[in-house]
């Protein structure tokens, strides 16, 4: 017998908790959350392989449109051939109680679909970034979980990271003295006929793809919200990459402490995810900050230096986002990386858009 | 007997110059331009030093309201005491010929009146950034100037210092492909009553201060200039030091080819100045980019990578930049970093702060 944490709330609100305790104590480590990992790309590899080093999560559901594929993966990670949906049948995930969540790893424009579907079908949601496209739809996947009392999470990697969260702990306990300014950058150079350079499957360019980790960054840095922002976007290269979508984005945001932070993001360079924070004692910076590994931490403040390489290999970022998200569910508590933390930068990303001009 | 370049170009075209090619090239060389200083404070110091170290220049006047620290100096340099004046007599610097030049030193808000007093006094001038605390000051040293057939150079240090010129020189050779995007810093943590964070002195913040330079480097690093600029300022420490000065200062930045930057400054923190620059085939970075020495140059473009710590020490900046403008004199030629690339530079400190909505 196994109990909601809701369920064994009211038992023990009712004195009647106390036997089952020694149950649920037992159990609760041994069923691990079983997750359907919807769309087959690259980041769904990353996932996965992370999973696997998990002591909570399994993968036991595929979602495909390509069965062979569907196939081999099964059989690496053991999933049951009942258990391998494609995108019609998708739905029918609803009777299958090996699939506790779903992990959706589609394009961008195919998340609040997929998320909303999984919510019907009462399984909880890891949603990859960004959160949607746009605002409407984040808001109606938060409201489709809600209403169907299963949890959602967006896949924000860096929340659940240790070098990030060090980060976050030194500004916390005053190390940098009062924080003045951010500076973030994170892009790359895209290769042509790439589905994140088509505006109907993306959303837009580089902000949704990886800008959207140096807008995260300086959220969690400071642990404010922007209430002003100012951008720009361009398009240098004419080569059939942008037709759709921009190349550059250079914005600067100023927060309620009075906190300023600006950030590029590009398609058309290979741009290192990075952060540098600038307090009144000092200084620190993360480099390679949203990669999957070779993070590192160098910080000088108050007469002491770091340098603090991480050794962490991918897929550890994968690892401690599925372990949490899974604990979140057996614990009834609500992820970190919630849907409103994906709404909000939705919001903020519509308004960097909106500043530089561009329509979403 | 010595010749201007005017008058030595006349006598070519009049086909008698040859006689005189003897004489004017081993006279260019002895005769060295001679500087007064107008303010010896921390910088001059390092002006002075600087002029030791090159061929064509001395310091051969000094102006100062402290007549005992200007003898303690002049006695150091072999300054002449009848070449030694104070801030009413300064005029008098008309009738003096071993005085070619004045470098001016002072507080911002003193720039243009000494640069114009200088000009009517029939000097050349070198003027410490920022060139003034307005457009309309700006616009008058240059019409003082031109009036006067006097130079004007703008005391831009990186435009004359090999690092910085390293990095212009990789980007126009295409080392990093189409350059997308830059970042640059530069601040500090300023003590309480100092002259720059007095308005009427200063002008305003870090912006007219430090930020300048990194304003400065993207217009030398891309070889354009922005037309586009959107900026937040901010206060956050409360204590007296920025009641008449903003604290910090982010703006971001588009140029016509479509490179975004983004920059910070700030005098609440200590913020190395730094530029990063991504390009399609790569990325360069200059570590204490606009500090007096250590200077580094990173990058890594097509495979290359590039770590260049620059041994040179300071004075050697001031060296480089009181040889050229000794130079731009003694040839005709006009300053790289004329009076106009000042002038530009005061009207995008004018739109920055008027994007963050300060009055200056």
């Known amino acids: 017998m196994t109990l909601t944490r809701r369920e064994f709330a009211k038992l023990g609100a009712l004195s009647l908790g106390a036997r089952f305790v020694p149950t649920l104590n037992a159990q609760a480590p041994q069923k691990k959350i079983g997750y359907a990992v919807i ?17 909570n999560s399994q993968i036991t559901g595929l979602v495909s449109g390509h069965r062979d594929k569907a196939d081999r993966i099964a059989a690496q990670y053991g999933v ?25 790893a589609l394009p961008n424009s195919m998340h609040a679909e997929y998320t909303i579907r999984a919510a019907k079908a009462g399984k909880h949601v890891l949603c990859e970034k960004p959160m949607s496209t746009n605002v409407a739809e984040a808001e109606a996947m938060i409201a489709a979980c809600k209403a169907a009392n299963v949890k959602l999470m967006i896949a924000y990697r860096c929340l659940y990271e240790p070098t990030n969260l060090r980060a976050v702990k030194l500004i916390r306990d005053g190390a940098l003295g009062q924080v003045q300014a951010i500076e973030s950058s ?13 505006k109907k499957l993306a959303g837009g360019g580089p902000l949704f793809d990886v800008g959207i980790y140096s807008l995260s960054a300086c959220r969690y840095l400071t642990g404010e919200d922007p209430e002003h922002i100012a951008a720009f976007a361009s398009t240098i290269d004419h080569d059939g990459r942008f037709a759709e979508v921009e190349e550059n984005v ?7 402490s009075g906190i300023v932070a600006s950030c590029n993001t590009t398609y058309g360079a290979p741009m290192e995810g990075c952060f540098r924070v600038h307090g009144s004692k000092g200084w620190l910076q993360v ?9 590192r931490l160098t910080a000088d403040f108050s007469g002491t230096k770091l ?14 986002e599925a372990g949490h998200f899974s604990r979140n569910i057996q614990d009834g508590t609500e992820p970190r990386a919630s849907g409103e933390v994906g709404l909000k930068d939705m919001r903020y990303i519509t ?7 561009i329509a979403i």
Chains 1, 2 share one sequence.
């Not at 769309?39 to 996965?48: K, Q, S, T, Y």
């Not at 494609?86 to 029918?92: G, I």
């Not at 994170?186 to 088509?198: L, V």
């Open 250 to 256: 250079s914005w600067t945001m100023r927060f309620p």
């Open 186 to 198: 994170f892009g790359f150079n895209i290769g042509p006929g790439q589905w994140r350079t088509n």
């Open 80 to 104: 049951a051939s009942n258990c391998i949906y494609d995108y019609e049948n998708f739905d029918q995930i609803a009777h299958n109680p090996a699939i506790d969540a779903v992990y959706v």
């Open 351 to 357: 308004e960097i858009y909106r500043s530089a001009g």
């Open 307 to 320: 340098d603090e390489p991480n050794p962490a290999k991918d897929p550890s970022h994968f690892t401690a």
């Open 39 to 55: 769309g087959l790309g690259v980041i769904a590899g990353h996932f996965m392989r992370g999973v696997l080093d998990t002591a």
């Open 287 to 295: 480099d390679e900050a949203f990669s999957y590994d070779g993070l």
